[in-house]
């Protein structure tokens, strides 16, 4: 999910055929002539089945965004830019990074952006971009209040994981949004977006009261309206 569009996360832009890997697509008429045939097998099933011409169409290299995701940060100096290296001379124009705030902040205020700074220089020099999705939230963030008694609670183990208590988002969206903002403005021009929490639908990702897209839209209101007004091009 980028901040700048407020959709989930999918590696792409508005440029055709730049889809995780994509090199070539369906022109077109080409496309529109396969979806006008497959409305009309829905509305009569027994129409045979399309034969169209759907020849490739090749994308100019500079109009290609392929994307991988890969945890740079596990990594020590020498294969980080081994594995930055190899991942340039594939064709990697984005790469899609974990960024856990729960390690990066865990006293308020204080971030520790060394590791981040190794990585986000050995994709600079690559001329690679960088997706950052967020996740996890510090200590401090967290302090949801007691749900009321009549509010349904998950019975699901993973939503009381005692060993993951950070995998739940922060209380208040805009402490999530300073960190975000703060993040934009160290790597402005190297961020190719920003995923605003991965996987709220899934368990422990959510809060104690399980997943809500009421409460996910509010987060990622207000978290992209931050990151848009410090950095529009996000």
């Known amino acids: 999910r980028r901040a700048r569009r407020g959709t ?11 889809t995780l ?22 509305a009569d099933p027994s129409r045979p089945f399309p034969t169209v011409d759907t020849a490739p169409v090749a994308i100019p290299a500079e109009d290609r965004t392929i994307g991988v995701k890969v945890d740079l940060l596990q990594y020590d100096a020498p294969t980080l830019h081994a ?7 594939s064709g990697i124009t984005v790469v899609r990074q974990p960024l856990r705030w729960a390690e990066i902040e865990p006293v308020r205020a204080r971030p520790a952006w060394a590791p981040v700074d190794a990585v986000a ?3 600079a020099r690559a001329r690679i971009r960088v997706l950052f999705t967020l996740a996890t939230s510090p200590a401090w963030a967290r302090h949801d209040p007691v749900a009321a008694p009549h509010i349904y609670l998950c019975d699901d183990p993973r939503a009381v994981d005692a060993a993951r ?11 999530l949004a300073a ?8 790597y402005r021009g190297s961020v190719w977006g920003v995923e605003v929490w991965s996987e709220p639908n899934l368990l422990p990702n959510w809060r104690r009261t ?12 207000i978290v992209a309206e931050a990151v848009r007004a410090e950095a529009p091009a996000v």
Do not use: C, K, Q
């Open 83 to 89: 594995t930055v290296a190899r991942l340039a001379a």
């Open 210 to 221: 399980g997943p809500d897209p009421e409460d996910d839209a509010r987060t990622l209101t």
């Open 165 to 175: 208590p950070d995998a739940a988002p922060p209380t208040d969206p805009a402490d």
């Open 179 to 186: 960190f975000a903002v703060a993040l934009v403005r160290r």
């Open 121 to 123: 220089e050995a994709l």
């Open 21 to 42: 890997g994509m090199t070539a697509m369906p022109s077109a008429d080409h496309l529109e002539a396969l979806t006008s045939e497959y409305r009309a097998i829905v």
């Open 8 to 18: 989930r996360f999918a590696l792409h832009r508005s440029l055709p055929g730049s």
